[in-house]
């Protein structure tokens, strides 16, 4: 092979690299931003966020991009899933204590998205993990104010507004670049079984009373009506005898009045009439029983009615 063949395929062999080269740099001059994402481009140490979907240019070898997904994560505390496809508890992360000093498993499901996609590049070497220990902290210590009976049963909706206000704040101080937008108990137990049945007693028991409550407000609504008719019914009745006595009253002081200045008028003869009438409500009802003076017999004479006398 002669210098002159040599030197011409050194030429085409770097003609080759040059294209290939050419190519490498221009596809590295483009980045594609999806739906639910966002880019941060790091040019010579400076970063700068890229919102906006679609293809976009950059400067190879110059700028660098890393696109991160907007869309929200999930994160399990209690419980993961297995190899298998199912959930598997996690003691290190459910068992808790609470205020009244028992113990109890309760698993949580955090939803949470990033809201800064510089401060999540840049503010901490590992922000979801930082998200975790800093959700795990305050589910602790908000588990830890309740009692036990709350946590299981009655308590469960202030408990995660507790979590979720506090860790929210955190995460502001914080500045990692993410964002909680749900926190949720999934399940929450003691940890035996015969603790268990005797919460779901308790539960039960709870239901029971409220069913009770309920019907007891219901007959109430029931009956006072009906009480309370009555009760009106009652007090009209009493109106009217009151009303008629002072009727009733008032007739006989109008009667008295009257006969008390026929009185002043002639007092013998008014004494006399009413002696006379006095006698005719009496005496037809009278009857004669003549004793034998020794107290010890009696006898009722069979004599006519007093009311015949005026017949005679």
């Not at 979720?164 to 079984?193: A, F, H, M, N």
């Not at 009278?286 to 069979?302: A, F, R």
Request: with cysteine; aromatic share 8%.
């Amino acid at each position: 092979m002669t210098v002159r063949a040599v030197k011409k395929g050194f030429f085409w062999s770097n003609i080759a690299v040059a294209g290939l080269l050419a190519l490498i740099l221009l596809f590295n001059c483009f980045y594609v931003i999806e739906e639910q994402e966002q880019a941060v481009v790091v040019t010579l140490g400076s970063p700068s966020v890229v919102e906006a979907p679609g293809i976009h240019l950059k400067i190879p070898l110059i700028q660098k991009v890393h696109t991160l997904s907007m869309a929200a994560k999930g994160l399990e505390i209690g419980y993961k899933e297995s190899s298998g496809g199912g959930w598997v508890s996690v003691g290190s992360e459910s068992e808790m204590i609470t205020v009244d000093y028992n113990f109890v498993n309760v698993d949580f499901f955090l939803e949470y998205r990033i809201s800064n996609p510089e401060r999540y590049m840049f503010a901490s070497s590992e922000p979801d993990a930082i998200f975790k220990s800093l959700a795990l902290s305050y589910i602790r210590d908000t588990i830890g104010l309740h009692v036990v009976d709350e946590v299981i049963t009655t308590g469960r909706n202030e408990i995660q507004a507790e979590i979720y206000d506090k860790l929210s704040k955190r995460l502001v101080q914080e500045d990692i670049g993410l964002q909680l937008l749900k926190i949720t108990i999934q399940d929450s137990e003691p940890p035996t079984e015969s603790v268990r049945d005797a919460f779901k007693n308790v539960e039960t028991a709870k239901q029971v009373r409220e069913t009770k409550i309920n019907e007891a407000r219901k007959y109430e609504s029931e009956q006072l009506p009906a009480a309370r008719a009555q009760a009106d019914a009652t007090l009209k009745e009493a109106e009217a005898e009151k009303e008629m006595r002072i009727n009733d009253a008032k007739a006989q002081v109008a009667v008295f009045n009257a006969m008390y200045e026929e009185y002043q008028k002639n007092p013998f003869m008014t004494r006399q009439r009413m002696f006379y009438e006095a006698m005719e409500d009496i005496l037809p009802h009278m009857k004669i029983i003549i004793d034998n003076g020794d107290g010890t017999t009696s006898k009722v004479l069979p004599l006519e009615s007093f009311s015949d006398w005026g017949t005679r």
